[in-house]
């Protein structure tokens, strides 16, 4: 299928092949009629994509903050190497979708296959969206009205937070498509309006819509005209939908406002306020999140999970809903809003209007018709059609394209010399781009089909962590070699599970498939430097590991214990494994202690092990970013080895050995790849013992287990 994507790193826009997205069980799965280029946010992300790095930093110096903090721990090139790759990534453009339901996850509702619908969806003619985030349009509604739902709802819920009442009087500053969408819903609920801009033509629009109106571009001043609109009382709210880096807009808005007026920001600006302005009015101020409740809320948005009808009368949801019954009602009128309508392949031309047209409004983008749509789960890419694979070599198809995939896994593999078959990713996307950029001679969207390739004999699996272990028993059921990065599994069944498939092909096959988790710190170049001092110490050693992890939000999906499993199963597991390895004996003892009971990232766990040595994980979520992320001291016969972030490794008191530094971190996920690789190619055991990747497997998710028990 066609989608528009958009490369972050040159801000050039293209219309891509990508594969047809899968859906969920919360999901449906439409077909596209048209579509609506979003005049504000679309524009501003095509021009960020055209300035240079300069012009990026100074738009985002948080980011800029972030690199410098990351290039004290981890390096400049390393530090270089992740940024390039962050802004190379393509960005699917669009969420203003109208389409037709094809097919439907098992858990929706309320949703039939034939349905028309409007979403946020992107602009591809394939797309897969929360139910939650779908609307049935009314049969008066035409496609080309109900398009502009999504835009209606965020003005509609800017208007909500300001609860405007009959009679009111409002300003709207700011008259773009949303603005002028946000005059026709005030109006609606019996408010005189003002609106105030420079562009003349969408004055009039207002005026045609009316509402009273202010020329900036003339010289008018808006606060006399608010004052004058409110019959010098000052206006009972304003409603700011304007973008723009001026302080001015909230600035004129306190001072047209009555006392106890209401400001809400539905658009963006400056907010350098003046205190007295707000002080002495007892002025409101909010600022409105996109289309209304559930915004940003993953169980609403991805897992399907409304609230409470009574509890929150209007989400994303039923704003849509509300705005399709006004376009059903005759109360918005939305043909005035189109400036452009461009079909689909011709998307490029749209995007060009976009930056050079700046009086535009609406760009509505048309698609062809079922008939003409290629839905297709696997796109052979053209230049690698020919290519033919040597014997004796991985063939390897990737499940999973995120970031961590494309910047580390997926160059390593092939840097070590494996064949690049297939990737995958739900979206397409992540496929498109990574099967483009590394040479993979197709994308797909259906990892079932990827598994049961006879032409793939490896899966490198590097999807979110609730899906490992189906994966990983799938892979190994179809015979393939698998490469699942960490961690293996979630829950002890899984663990069970795992270990029963790869235990049968003890007897049902006559070679074994290797199985490997992406334990990487283990093939260090530094690490192989410590084993080998160690081999020359006898007697117990003891280990302490600091890993200065960093707070990771809440809502992070590697925080949620049903998808990510927490931090100490999804990253705690490579420092266990780390320690297991140095000491070169099985763990007997384990135990865990946490600093709070609300938090599962700040942690310590001892371990014993057979020969009597000890270790110690300190994985703190609470530190200082200056800090090094990872910290490793041995203590051992009267000496202390000390190795700071992977890249310096001291001796004190070590005979023959003082220190050992490297210019760029390096933490041995090349190395790992690579002797993982090398074991497929020469059929020789795996990198790391079967039994020793289950025993830390085992013993952190019993450790997450005792957590969840106190």
Same mark, same amino acid.
């Given at each position: 299928?066609?989608?528009?994507?958009?490369?972050?790193?040159?801000?050039?826009?293209?219309?891509?092949?990508?594969?047809?997205?899968?859906?969920?069980?919360?999901?449906?799965?439409?077909?596209?009629?048209?579509?609506?280029?979003?005049?504000?946010?679309?524009?501003?992300?095509?021009?960020?994509?055209?300035?240079?790095?300069?012009?990026?930093?100074?738009?985002?110096?948080?980011?800029?903050?972030?690199?410098?903090?990351?290039?004290?721990?981890?390096?400049?090139?390393?530090?270089?190497?992740?940024?390039? $790759?962050?802004?190379?990534?393509?960005?699917?453009?669009?969420?203003?979708?109208?389409?037709?339901?094809?097919?439907?996850?098992?858990?929706?509702?309320?949703?039939?296959?034939?349905?028309?619908?409007?979403?946020?969806?992107?602009?591809?003619?394939?797309?897969?969206? $929360?139910?939650?985030?779908?609307?049935?349009?009314?049969?008066?509604?035409?496609?080309?009205?109900?398009?502009?739902?999504? #835009?209606?709802?965020?003005?509609?819920?800017?208007?909500?937070?300001?609860?405007?009442?009959?009679?009111?009087?409002?300003?709207?500053?700011?008259?773009?498509?949303?603005?002028?969408?946000?005059?026709?819903?005030?109006?609606?609920?019996?408010?005189?309006?003002?609106?105030?801009?420079?562009? *003349?033509?969408?004055?009039?629009?207002?005026?045609?819509?009316?509402?009273?109106?202010?020329?900036?571009?003339?010289?008018?001043?808006?606060?006399?005209?608010?004052?004058?609109?409110?019959?010098?009382?000052?206006?009972d709210g304003v409603l700011i939908t304007a973008s723009t880096k001026s302080s001015d807009p909230v600035r004129q808005a306190a001072q047209?406002?009555?006392?106890?007026?209401?400001?809400?920001?539905?658009?963006?600006?400056?907010?350098? #306020?003046?205190?007295?302005?707000?002080?002495?009015?007892?002025?409101?101020?909010?600022?409105?999140?996109?289309?209304?409740?559930?915004?940003?809320?993953?169980?609403y948005e991805d897992k399907g999970q409304d609230y409470p009808f009574g509890l929150v009368r209007w989400t994303e949801q039923r704003n849509?809903?509300?705005?399709?019954?006004?376009?059903?009602?005759?109360?918005?009128?939305?043909?005035?809003?189109?400036?452009?309508?461009?079909?689909?392949?011709?998307?490029?031309?749209?995007?060009?209007?976009?930056?050079?047209?700046?009086?535009?409004?609406?760009?509505?983008?048309?698609?062809?018709?079922?008939?003409?749509?290629?839905?297709?789960?696997?796109?052979?890419?053209?230049?690698?059609?020919?290519?033919?694979?040597?014997?004796?070599?991985?063939?390897?198809?990737?499940?999973?394209?995120?970031?961590?995939?494309?910047?580390?896994?997926?160059?390593?593999?092939?840097?070590?010399?494996?064949? #690049?078959?297939?990737?995958?990713?739900?979206?397409?996307?992540?496929?498109?781009?990574?099967?483009?950029?590394?040479?993979?001679?197709?994308?797909?969207?259906?990892?079932?089909?990827?598994?049961?390739?006879?032409?793939?004999?490896?899966?490198?699996?590097?999807?979110?962590?609730?899906?490992?272990?189906?994966?990983?028993?799938?892979?190994?059921?179809?015979?393939?070699?698998?490469?699942?990065?960490?961690?293996?599994?979630?829950?002890?069944? *899984?663990?069970?599970?795992?270990?029963?498939?790869?235990?049968?092909?003890?007897?049902?096959?006559?070679?074994?498939?290797?199985?490997?988790?992406?334990?990487?710190?283990?093939?260090?170049?530094?690490?192989?430097?410590?084993?080998?001092?160690?081999?020359?110490?006898?007697?117990?050693?003891?280990?302490?590991?600091?890993?200065?992890?960093?707070?990771?939000?809440?809502?992070?999906?590697?925080?949620?214990?049903?998808?990510?499993?927490?931090?100490?199963?999804?990253?705690?597991?490579?420092?266990?494994? #780390?320690?297991?390895?140095?000491?070169?004996?099985?763990?007997?003892?384990?135990?865990?202690?946490?600093?709070?009971?609300?938090?599962?990232?700040?942690?310590?766990?001892?371990?014993?092990f057979a020969d009597g040595s000890i270790g110690t994980v300190h994985y703190f979520a609470n530190g200082s970013k200056s800090f090094p992320?990872?910290?490793?001291?041995?203590?051992?016969?009267?000496?202390?080895?000390?190795?700071?972030?992977?890249?310096?490794?001291?001796?004190?008191?070590?005979?023959?050995?003082?220190?050992?530094?490297?210019?760029?971190?390096?933490?041995?996920?090349?190395?790992?790849?690579?002797?993982?690789?090398?074991?497929?190619?020469?059929?020789?055991?795996?990198?790391?013992?079967?039994?020793?990747?289950?025993?830390?497997?085992?013993?952190?998710?019993?450790?997450?287990?005792?957590?969840?028990?106190?």
């Amino acid at each position: 299928m066609k989608q528009i994507l958009q490369n972050i790193s040159s801000g050039e826009t293209h219309l891509a092949d990508v594969p047809d997205p899968k859906y969920g069980s919360n999901e449906l799965h439409i077909q596209s009629n048209c579509s609506l280029i979003s005049i504000g946010t679309e524009r501003m992300l095509v021009e960020f994509g055209k300035a240079n790095l300069i012009a990026k930093a100074r738009q985002q110096p948080e980011k800029v903050k972030m690199i410098l903090e990351k290039i004290k721990t981890d390096g400049l090139i390393t530090t270089i190497d992740a940024v390039k $790759s962050k802004l190379d990534q393509p960005l699917a453009l669009g969420y203003c979708n109208v389409g037709m339901v094809q097919s439907i996850g098992s858990a929706v509702k309320g949703f039939n296959i034939g349905d028309r619908v409007a979403s946020n969806g992107p602009h591809a003619e394939m797309v897969s969206v $929360s139910q939650n985030l779908c609307a049935r349009i009314p049969d008066g509604v035409k496609d080309e009205t109900a398009v502009f739902t999504v #835009l209606g709802s965020i003005g509609l819920e800017g208007i909500r937070l300001a609860s405007p009442t009959l009679g009111e009087s409002f300003v709207v500053t700011g008259l773009g498509i949303i603005g002028l969408l946000t005059v026709q819903l005030l109006r609606a609920h019996g408010c005189r309006v003002l609106g105030i801009d420079p562009d *003349e033509s969408k004055l009039e629009l207002a005026r045609r819509f009316g509402a009273e109106t202010v020329s900036l571009a003339k010289g008018e001043n808006p606060i006399k005209a608010g004052m004058a609109f409110s019959r010098e009382r000052g206006v009972d709210g304003v409603l700011i939908t304007a973008s723009t880096k001026s302080s001015d807009p909230v600035r004129q808005a306190a001072q047209m406002c009555r006392k106890r007026g209401r400001i809400v920001l539905v658009g963006v600006t400056g907010l350098e #306020l003046n205190r007295a302005d707000f002080y002495e009015k007892e002025l409101s101020f909010q600022v409105s999140c996109s289309y209304g409740p559930g915004r940003y809320d993953k169980n609403y948005e991805d897992k399907g999970q409304d609230y409470p009808f009574g509890l929150v009368r209007w989400t994303e949801q039923r704003n849509f809903e509300a705005i399709l019954d006004m376009m059903a009602a005759g109360k918005i009128e939305t043909e005035p809003l189109i400036s452009y309508r461009f079909p689909l392949e011709q998307a490029v031309d749209a995007y060009r209007v976009l930056t050079e047209d700046r009086s535009a409004l609406g760009i509505l983008l048309h698609y062809p018709g079922k008939e003409h749509v290629q839905a297709e789960s696997t796109i052979l890419l053209e230049r690698n059609e020919s290519q033919t694979f040597e014997s004796g070599k991985p063939f390897v198809g990737f499940i999973g394209a995120g970031n961590y995939a494309t910047r580390i896994l997926i160059p390593a593999f092939k840097e070590a010399g494996a064949e #690049l078959h297939s990737v995958a990713s739900n979206s397409g996307v992540s496929a498109n781009y990574a099967g483009h950029k590394y040479g993979f001679k197709e994308t797909t969207t259906d990892t079932a089909a990827q598994i049961s390739n006879p032409q793939i004999n490896t899966i490198v699996i590097t999807t979110r962590h609730n899906t490992h272990a189906r994966f990983v028993c799938e892979a190994l059921k179809a015979h393939k070699h698998v490469f699942v990065e960490k961690p293996l599994c979630l829950t002890l069944d *899984e663990l069970y599970k795992i270990e029963e498939v790869y235990s049968s092909h003890l007897t049902s096959y006559t070679s074994m498939p290797l199985l490997m988790v992406g334990f990487n710190r283990r093939f260090a170049p530094h690490i192989k430097k410590i084993r080998e001092l160690l081999s020359g110490v006898n007697g117990p050693k003891s280990f302490i590991m600091t890993v200065n992890a960093g707070a990771i939000p809440a809502d992070h999906w590697t925080q949620d214990l049903q998808v990510g499993g927490g931090r100490i199963i999804g990253e705690a597991c490579h420092f266990i494994d #780390l320690l297991r390895f140095l000491s070169g004996n099985p763990i007997v003892t384990s135990f865990l202690q946490h600093m709070d009971a609300a938090t599962d990232d700040t942690v310590s766990i001892e371990l014993g092990f057979a020969d009597g040595s000890i270790g110690t994980v300190h994985y703190f979520a609470n530190g200082s970013k200056s800090f090094p992320k990872e910290r490793l001291e041995i203590f051992a016969a009267g000496r202390i080895l000390q190795l700071d972030n992977f890249r310096t490794l001291i001796g004190y008191n070590w005979p023959g050995f003082r220190k050992m530094k490297l210019w760029k971190q390096d933490n041995g996920q090349k190395e790992c790849a690579a002797a993982f690789v090398r074991a497929v190619q020469t059929g020789k055991a795996p990198p790391i013992p079967f039994d020793e990747i289950i025993e830390a497997s085992r013993i952190v998710i019993e450790l997450a287990n005792s957590m969840k028990q106190l």
